[in-house]
């Protein structure tokens, strides 16, 4: 599976911008899915998981970042989604998808300026 981020962008302190992730191939159902992010000179850091429709769809989220984004998933369009509102300046990092254990997708830039 590849896997393609988009949707970063620049906007201001609490405004809001939705990130999408898509996945190649027939497998994606069968893949927990998880949003991470980088900020400039840390580490990259979970941001938000869900898991596959066989273990529930269940969501688990950063705590700092709970009650801000929104993880959800479309199967039949093999996307994952990251719903972030609220944003707030300390959000701005490159956020990364990941399909499974293993498999990362390209980053996208989100720049939240004050």
């Known amino acids: 599976v590849q896997l393609q981020a988009s949707g970063g962008g620049l906007v201001q302190a609490g405004a809001s911008l939705r990130l999408s992730c898509a996945a190649s191939?027939?497998?994606?159902?069968?893949?927990?899915m998880t949003w991470f992010r980088q900020a400039p000179g840390k580490e990259r850091e979970f941001v938000a998981t869900?898991?596959?429709?066989?273990?529930?769809?269940?969501?688990f989220y950063a705590d700092s970042v709970k009650g801000r984004f929104t993880i959800s998933r479309d199967n039949a369009k093999n996307t994952v989604y990251l719903q972030m509102d609220t944003l707030q300046p300390e959000d701005t990092a490159v956020y990364y998808c990941?399909?499974?254990?293993?498999?990362w997708g390209q980053g996208t830039l989100v720049t939240v300026s004050s």
């Open positions: 869900i898991t596959r429709p066989l273990n529930g769809n269940r969501m």
């Open positions: 191939g027939r497998t994606f159902s069968t893949y927990t």
């Open positions: 990941k399909a499974a254990d293993n498999i």
